[in-house]
């Protein structure tokens, strides 16, 4: 790559010190990136956000927000830990390219995610640079729309959580709404139509280069099998325009729902209307599939959507139920039988590894899942899970012994009692043996919190008082 250089010969780079730690990046300053451009003089009534999106401090904030992501290369192959040398190199020709308009963006890999309930998530992965300047367009231009967004829409903003939304769900189910709407839309982030998405994007954005730049990430393609498509409608879940796009194009939702006066939820395109009766929300159902088919072009799955009892429907992973006339939350049922799926695979008793590196492999899983799963009213479900853990490392252990002998021998090393210790190195089912006293009296809660085993329950009880 070509080094940049200022009119003075000095070099002009991201600057991130030794080994890339230390100092802060160091990106041009606005006046002295380039030499005026034919594009920055052609009389465009309002460029002042065109220039806040690429002011030094903002692409900072969108290069750290990158790192910190991570995440897989586009169809170039450039690396995360690339793109920060690429930008030294690079950056006054990017910056020049993107003033006079003829920067194109790449082709996003298209990649699939099985979903849990079966079939697949289509992913789109721009390129690491795409990435970069996506997050900038973004931090720039989110501002305009935030202060416009419902209240009752939580997904991807700032300040707003998965929490929230869960908490104001159950807020509804207390007063009374105890009938949910459930809309599914139907592969929402392939069908939006790009017309319909950038005239909203222009209520707010009305500078012409900006706009410019989002169409074309709107209209980059995308690459199959190595075969580069047109993408005439649909904005690919995985840049970081996508989340914010996506609220621009459901606002006219959540506004409609206002007027009418209606109760309802929004995390991304996962809407809940709530009501207080079933034929309520029938009503409500068809008017909405009227509103979202005709007015935004966007397909509601039959299938999926629902009209259904709130103690039936789960929502971000979370259901409620009903004890003692309260309405509390707990973790789905879906949710559930995917963490103990994950667990099996994590506690397979044939893999190889040392018993503690498996450990801390299962802690980064479940206190990550329960850092989300927390606010869920079920404490005897995390005792149970750290039961069953323990159970699986149990067995997982005892098959690991292989012969009686060597079991006789580990039970013994561990206190067990040698006319005990000969109980346990019997029998043939690793997972009947590993519930057996014997075994629990050697491969004790102790024992594996020796090795590190953190508890779901606990956890939970911290996060909680936190809270």
């Not at 793109?83 to 910056?95: C, G, S, V």
């Not at 139920?321 to 044939?350: C, D, M, P, Q």
């Not at 299962?362 to 329960?370: A, C, K, P, Q, V």
């Amino acid at each position: 790559m070509k080094r940049s250089r200022d009119e003075h010969g000095r070099q002009n780079t991201l600057d991130k010190g030794t080994g890339g730690q230390g100092r802060e990046v160091k990106l041009p300053e606005a006046d002295r990136r380039v030499e005026p451009s034919p594009a920055r003089s052609e009389g465009n009534a309002n460029t002042e956000l065109w220039e806040k999106i690429w002011e030094r401090e903002n692409l900072t904030a969108a290069l750290k927000r990158v790192e910190r992501n991570g995440g897989a290369p586009g169809i170039d192959g450039m690396t995360v830990g690339e793109l920060r040398p690429a930008l030294k190199e690079n950056w006054l020709e990017i910056r020049e390219s993107l003033d006079l308009g003829s920067y194109k963006p790449q082709p996003v890999k298209r990649v699939e995610i099985p979903k849990p309930e079966g079939g697949v998530r289509e992913l789109g992965i721009p390129t690491v640079l795409d990435r970069f300047l996506q997050q900038a367009i973004a931090q720039g231009i989110q501002p305009l729309f935030e202060v416009k967004f419902s209240k009752r829409s939580y997904g991807f903003r700032p300040g707003r959580s998965a929490h929230e939304a869960v908490r104001q769900a159950q807020e509804y189910i207390r007063e009374g709404y105890d009938w949910i709407v459930d809309i599914d839309l139907e592969k929402f982030f392939d069908r939006v139509n790009h017309d319909m998405l950038m005239a909203r994007v222009a209520r707010e954005v009305k500078d012409k280069k900006v706009l410019k730049l989002i169409r074309a990430y709107l209209n980059s393609g995308v690459m199959i099998h190595g075969v580069v498509r047109d993408t005439e409608e649909g904005t690919p879940q995985g840049g970081p325009l996508s989340p914010l796009l996506s609220n621009i194009m459901l606002d006219d939702l959540d506004k409609e729902l206002e007027k009418r006066g209606h109760k309802f939820v929004r995390y991304a395109d996962d809407c809940n209307i709530y009501v207080r009766s079933k034929r309520a929300g029938e009503r409500v159902m068809a008017s909405v599939k009227e509103f979202l088919e005709k007015k935004l072009k966007l397909k509601v799955n039959r299938k999926k959507s629902k009209v259904d009892r709130a103690t039936k429907v789960k929502f971000l992973g979370f259901s409620f139920y009903k004890r003692n006339g309260e309405v509390l939350i707990r973790v789905a049922g879906r949710s559930l039988e995917r963490f103990r799926n994950k667990l099996r695979r994590l506690t397979k008793r044939t893999r190889p590894g040392k018993p503690v590196d498996i450990i801390r492999e299962i802690n980064r899983y479940t206190m990550g899942w329960i850092g989300y799963y927390w606010q869920a009213n079920t404490p005897s479900v995390y005792r149970e899970l750290d039961s069953w853990i323990r159970r699986r490392l149990r067995q997982m252990i005892w098959k690991r012994w292989k012969r009686g002998g060597t079991r006789y021998r580990e039970l013994v090393k561990l206190g067990i009692p040698e006319w005990r210790a000969a109980e346990g190195a019997g029998g043939k089912s690793p997972w009947r043996m590993s519930r057996t006293p014997v075994i629990n009296e050697a491969l004790s809660i102790s024992y594996f919190q020796n090795l590190g085993l953190r508890s779901i329950k606990d956890r939970c009880r911290e996060l909680c008082i936190s809270w």
